[in-house]
């Protein structure tokens, strides 16, 4: 029995999650506040930016005669474009159990792969720069992991900064162009993958690839998480038609008094609305309790909502690193195939030099044989397609 890997790759970053700003993880009710958890490297995005493109900006902006066509914040205009992501996040874990049900990879050996993982990325990556690391064992029912933030640095741009911010073009730069279907990233994400398993098998450990059985079971889980989250969507729009406190302060339960009594009731009458008055302000009061309760209710709902969504969108992103990575298997196994039915050109001349100097009795060679049985085979197909030579 082996351990399972994971290098899921995405544009979702939140790092006041990743750094657990008490304001922030209070209320994701899936982390453990006393849990452990490291900061080992954070530097804020904006920085980030500064340090990555401040030389480019401002060599641009000297170049600039009009004010309006000068960058203010490059960082900014990444954020305002659709098409780009300032930064990007890998998650990487190291997971499974044994029959018992104990982790066979403990979580201080975990810890420590995944920190060779993350001190060997500059070397890997010199184009992706990292710009946090955290450790994160702090989540009762989840494995120790590590969320990994970077920005794609390219360089030799022709329109706007020399050095951008791209993805494909900083992966271009280390040597990953598209070849058919297995883009650059597709091919990145397998080299980052088979670099975690080899930290893995380096301590021992047997790592497991799982295929068709893992997309099943992903689907399973994004279907119940679907459903979990289409259930408090529907209980949160339900609880979003409870009255607010404005509109119960609203309601008049108080009867008209006049000066000298109530005017046209006899006593008996009068004390009977002046009961009717009380019990319609105990009955408010506790309508205004029910809903404080269900405002509470409500808000807890959201916040589950958003921690299914979130779990929704990592499990989506790890069925889609799986089927690049089938995909990516599927043809790189393809490609070796056919290097090892396709010939070189020099073993097929060596091959018909061999069989040039092979004779028969009658005094013919073998490769006279050959090429006389491709012609009959010729002939026959020209047959059988209605015409002859």
């Known amino acids: 029995m082996g351990v399972t890997i994971s290098t899921h790759n995405g544009s979702a970053v939140s790092r006041e999650h990743n750094v657990r700003n008490p304001k922030v993880v209070s209320k994701e009710p899936h982390i453990d506040m006393n849990g452990t958890h490291e900061v080992w490297i954070d530097e804020p995005v904006r920085k980030a930016y500064d340090r990555l493109f401040g030389e480019a900006v401002k060599a641009y902006n000297a170049k600039q005669a009009r004010s309006e066509r000068r960058i203010k914040s490059y960082y900014n205009d990444i954020c305002k474009d659709s098409k780009k992501h300032p930064v990007y996040e890998m998650i990487i874990g190291i997971y499974g159990k044994d029959e018992n049900g104990s982790p066979i990879c403990s979580s201080e050996q975990g810890k420590e792969i995944m920190r060779q993982f993350v001190e060997n990325w500059k070397e890997r990556n010199p184009n992706l720069e990292l710009i946090g690391a955290y450790f994160h064992a702090d989540e009762p029912g989840a494995e120790p992991h590590v969320h ?9 741009y022709t329109r706007g900064i020399e050095t951008q911010t791209g993805l494909v073009k900083a992966l271009g730069e280390q040597g990953f162009e598209k070849m058919g279907k297995a883009t650059a990233q597709i091919q990145w994400e397998k080299r980052e993958n088979d670099f975690l398993t080899s930290l893995c ?60 009594g109530f005017k046209g009731l006899s006593p008996q009458q009068a004390q009977e609305l002046v009961n009717t008055s009380k019990a319609g ?68 001349d060596e091959l018909k030099r061999v069989m040039s100097r092979t004779n028969f009795p009658d005094g013919t060679t073998l490769l006279e044989r050959y090429e006389e049985h491709k012609r009959q085979q010729q002939r026959k197909t020209n047959q059988s397609r209605g015409f002859s030579r």
Not at 312 to 321: F, G, M, S, T, V
């Open 148 to 156: 990994i933030d970077y920005i794609p640095v390219a360089h030799g």
């Open 201 to 260: 098998e380096a301590v021992g450990l047997t790592v497991d690839h799982p295929q068709i059985e893992g997309r099943k079971h992903i689907n399973t889980q994004e279907m119940k998480l679907q459903k979990q989250v289409d259930e408090l969507t529907d209980k949160c729009e339900r609880l979003s038609k409870t009255l607010s406190d404005k509109e119960l302060n609203e309601i008049d339960v108080t009867p008209k008094r006049i000066t000298g």
């Open 281 to 348: 302000k105990k009955e408010n009061t506790k309508l205004r309790n029910e809903n404080t309760q269900l405002k509470k209710e409500n808000k807890q709902l959201r916040e589950e909502k958003e921690t299914a969504i979130s779990e929704l969108n990592r499990i989506k992103q790890e069925r889609q690193a799986l089927f690049n990575r089938e995909k990516l298997e599927q043809m790189e196994r393809e490609r070796r195939q056919k290097e090892r039915l396709e010939l070189t050109e020099a073993e097929r």
